[in-house]
């Protein structure tokens, strides 16, 4: 599998543009809604309780392993928000190098407004992700 197309700096620069351009959060939600649309296929056989996200209001299952050097990350939720939510964590982590994704400061969904934006529940739900996706970075990193 090769690397993406754009750096984790040039996709967060992407989705910045993009929610500047969304001035109304009614369409930024709807933006987020559209990225979860585009989640891949999440196996049934991984939707198991060892699986499932701690922290999160709805249920998020996500999974990791390395190939070829690189994390790969799968991941699906039962609200449509949240997979959103998970769209743009892959978005920015998958199928990228440990190193790199240790490297991708998360500051950045502050900059976007999504602490703000989004209800504690599922703000805490967000950060636990990425503190999975980190952990599992940190965990198979050189």
Not at 1 to 11: F, G, I, K
Not at 31 to 46: M, R, T, V
Not at 94 to 119: K, M, V, Y
């Amino acid at each position: 599998m090769s690397a993406p197309a754009n750096s984790a700096a040039e996709t967060i620069q992407d989705l910045k543009d993009a929610f500047m351009f969304l001035e109304e959060w009614t369409d930024r939600y709807g933006y987020l809604i559209d990225l979860g649309k585009k989640l891949p296929s999440f196996p049934e056989e991984l939707r198991v309780d060892e699986n499932l996200m701690e922290g999160c209001q709805s249920q998020v299952w996500l999974v990791s392993h390395m190939k070829e050097g690189r994390l790969q990350i799968l991941a699906v939720s039962d609200a449509m928000i949240v997979s959103g939510l998970i769209g743009l964590l892959l978005s920015v982590y998958h199928n990228r190098t440990p190193e790199e994704i240790l490297a991708t400061d998360p500051a950045f969904l502050q900059e976007l407004g999504l602490n703000q934006h989004l209800s504690p529940s599922r703000s805490n739900g967000l950060f636990s992700m990425v503190k999975t996706i980190m952990a599992a970075a940190k965990q198979h990193s050189a």
